[in-house]
């Protein structure tokens, strides 16, 4: 074991593998490095919650009710009919009218408000947790190295139509030649300079040949290959002069 400049244990590379001592290790190590490095004071806590409210004061005595008025004077009897004779029943006497209802007693007095309760105390607030230790930042990567911007061609491209055997002179430089049949030929006569450029469209079914003339030498692009080429029916290919007379050849449909 081999230890860091904290103190921390870590397995040597000739070490036999052992994940639960290493890990042991570590955690006694960071345990002493705590305790003899504890962290800066935390933040303070939030304050505690109040305290309860106290109970409601008893309530005031309910005041002494008002005295009950008079009673109405009771109204006068009627008078007793005159005792008729013997047989027929004297007719029943009015009854005398219901006395007037007395006033009512005025309402006693409203009792006191109890007293309001203390207010409960504040409660202990609570001690702030020790901070972790921050993780150790990794390495940023290197950035790779920016591609060259390619050149900007003619916003559009002339065409130059055939429909037999066409050697390519130095006027085709940055146009496209539309082949029916016979085939394109690169000849010294050509005379491009190096990154001048043709592309050359097969505009048929059947394949045409690219020649590579006498003195003249094309590149497969990718390839260590020189010679003519084969391009395929509605194949596309793209011819580039990197040097006097020397070619290089790249495009879809090619063989």
Not at 118 to 139: H, K, M, P
Not at 168 to 189: C, E, R
Not at 199 to 214: A, E, M
Request: with cysteine; net charge negative; glycine share 20%.
């Amino acid at each position: 074991m081999s230890p860091t400049g904290k103190g921390f244990r870590y397995p040597a590379y000739s070490d036999t593998p052992d994940v639960p001592r290493d890990l042991e290790y570590l955690a006694e190590d960071v345990d002493a490095y705590l305790d003899a490095h504890p962290g800066p004071q935390g933040i303070q806590g939030t304050t505690g919650i109040q305290g309860l409210t106290g109970p409601q004061g008893i309530q005031g005595s309910t005041g002494a009710q008002g005295t009950t008025g008079l009673q109405g004077i009771q109204g006068a009897q009627g008078t007793t009919g005159s005792q008729g004779s013997t047989g027929a029943q004297g007719t029943t006497g009015l009854q005398g009218t219901t006395g007037a209802q007395g006033t009512t007693g005025s309402q006693g007095t409203t009792g006191t408000q109890g007293a309001t309760g203390t207010q409960g105390s504040t409660g202990i607030q609570g001690t702030t947790g020790s901070q972790g230790i921050q993780g150790i930042q990794g390495t940023q990567g290197l950035q790779g190295i920016q591609g060259i911007q390619g050149t900007f061609g003619p916003a559009t491209v002339t065409q130059n139509s055939q429909t037999s055997s066409y050697t390519v002179t130095s006027s085709d430089n940055g146009k496209y030649i539309d082949i029916t049949t016979g085939g394109v030929t690169l000849a010294t006569t050509t005379g491009f300079t190096a990154g001048q450029n043709v592309v050359v469209y097969n505009n048929s079914s059947s394949n045409q040949t690219i020649t590579q003339g006498s003195s003249t030498t094309l590149r497969w692009a990718g390839t260590a290959s020189t010679g003519d080429r084969t391009l395929s029916q509605y194949g596309i290919a793209t011819i580039l002069c990197v040097a006097s007379n020397t070619y290089v050849i790249a495009g879809t449909g090619i063989t």
